[in-house]
């Protein structure tokens, strides 16, 4: 009996920790997919900012498209701030669909001119191989 039960909280443990690794991977290799999408021409990326309304209305959602202004004001907005996108990967579960996109309603105009998320997508499988890399060796 005592194998038996040295044998299953080995397993539990090694699920826990196959679980938390697959959860790890999958937000920090969205996240960072993210970023890159939103990493502006003047810091190396693809994503022209004029006022910053493009780069703002980045944001994400689980289970559906993302919402928000689409129209810009002409008004100089700040720097792009991540947090929202990271408090939903906090609340996403493994198995969701999460949807990211541009609510602009110029965004799909200078997708197709700039490319800034089409190519950082071609990036996905650097970005999770490194990640994962990462998180191998920080969960062991």
Known sequence: IMAAQTLSFQLDKWVKKTELRI???SKESL???YSECQTP???GGNMRVDTGFLRNS???EIGGLPSGPDKNTGTQMPE??????IAVLSRMKIGQTIFFGWT???AIHRENKDG???RSVQNWPQ????VTAETKAAIK
């Open 23 to 25: 959860e790890t991977v």
């Open 31 to 33: 996240q960072r997919l």
């Open 41 to 43: 021409v003047f810091k």
């Open 58 to 60: 980045g944001t994400a």
């Open 80 to 85: 792009w701030n991540n947090s929202a996108v």
């Open 104 to 106: 602009a309603n110029y």
């Open 116 to 118: 800034f998320m089409r």
């Open 127 to 130: 970005i999770v191989a490194q």
